[in-house]
């Protein structure tokens, strides 16, 4: 398992758009969430540890934030190509077996995750009503092997301050997982 770290894109940079194929073949788009009050961005894959970690976890927190008037969209922007159980069929099964109730989009070009700066899998991009960011950082503290439960409390913390009209806090911690699975020479420049 490689680790690597968020990027922490910086707060208060606008949601870059997107128009990517979901699990279905419909084309989803950041317009199709501007009324919502809150926009959380995950990208994430199939195979990855520390996604599986948390799986069942964020099945429940999509269900339970939902139905809140939280809007999520997931994106697999690894190379499908080397990483075969990162695949557009294999998202539809991963939809099926996790209970995901969230678009799940594949970035084949993976230049939308170049443009938000997605360096793990899972990276959570928390925007706000205007499409601002207020939170990028971790799910919780819980990593594979080291005991801690499976919460969701940092991202909890973030989600619920902007549905709620108050302040993100600042302090804020990198999310930490696989890093995205690059085409060759496809590498971005901001690590």
């Known amino acids: 398992m490689a680790k690597t770290s968020s990027t922490m894109l910086d ?3 606008l949601a870059p758009n997107f128009r990517l194929p979901d699990t279905q073949g419909r084309l989803i788009s950041l317009d199709d969430f501007t009324q919502a009050p809150a926009l959380l961005v995950i990208f994430m894959c199939n195979h990855c540890p520390y996604v599986k970690h948390l799986r069942e976890a964020l099945a429940d927190f999509a269900r339970e934030y939902q139905n809140k008037g939280l809007a999520i969209v997931a994106i697999n922007a690894n190379d499908a190509e080397k990483y075969p159980d990162d695949s ?6 991963e939809v099926a077996e996790a209970g995901y109730i969230f678009p799940y989009l594949y970035d084949a070009s993976q230049a939308v995750a170049k443009a ?3 360096a793990c899998t899972p990276d959570f991009f928390l925007f706000d009503k205007d499409a601002k960011l207020v939170y990028r950082g971790q799910f919780d503290d819980s990593r594979p092997g080291n005991n801690a439960p499976v ?3 940092d991202l ?3 989600v619920d301050a902007v549905l709620t009209g108050k302040a993100v806090s600042a302090e804020q911690i990198p999310s930490l997982g696989c890093n ?3 085409r060759a020479g496809e590498e971005p420049d901001y690590f």
């Open 180 to 182: 995205i699975k690059w």
């Open 88 to 93: 557009p069929q294999k998202m539809v099964d």
């Open 11 to 13: 707060i208060g940079t």
């Open 116 to 118: 938000y700066r997605a």
């Open 156 to 158: 909890r913390a973030a």
């Open 151 to 153: 919460t969701g409390k």
